[in-house]
């Protein structure tokens, strides 16, 4: 059984967590939009054709940090999003216990 603690408990959470579940979604489209401009201003600073400068684009460290940015931001909203998740099935978890208890059946 939930107790009213935990649910308390997860209440909060989700009403703590909305601002900063909020900004890691703003920065992790940010990073994907990042990770675009790194690519077009590294191959703007190579020369040769158009594939060889985008292979040296994909290469450079430039666009590997990009890369690791924006792995680090989606992590971040999908774990935040993931216990968010958690906290909403406990509440429901919860609301459905006690419907049955007034029901009786427990």
């Known amino acids: 059984m939930i107790d009213e603690?935990?649910?308390?408990g997860a209440v909060e959470y989700l009403r703590d967590t909305a601002k900063q579940y909020g900004q890691a979604k703003g920065r992790a489209?940010?990073?994907e939009a990042?990770?675009?401009r790194v690519k077009s201003l590294e191959m703007v600073s190579k020369s040769?054709?158009?594939?060889?400068?985008e292979a040296a684009a994909y290469a450079?460290?430039?666009y590997k940090d990009a890369m690791?940015?924006?792995e680090n931001s989606v992590?971040?909203?999908?774990t935040i999003k993931a216990l968010r998740e958690a906290a909403s099935y406990t509440i429901?978890?919860?609301?459905?216990?006690?419907?049955?208890?007034?029901q009786g059946n427990i």
Not at 5 to 8: Q, S, T
Not at 48 to 53: F, I, N, S, T, W
């Open 5 to 8: 603690d935990r649910v308390e």
């Open 29 to 31: 489209s940010y990073m």
């Open 34 to 36: 990042n990770l675009r």
């Open 48 to 53: 040769g054709g158009v594939g060889e400068r």
């Open 60 to 62: 450079s460290e430039a």
């Open 68 to 70: 690791e940015q924006l």
């Open 75 to 78: 992590a971040e909203v999908e």
């Open 92 to 102: 429901e978890v919860w609301r459905s216990q006690n419907s049955t208890r007034r």
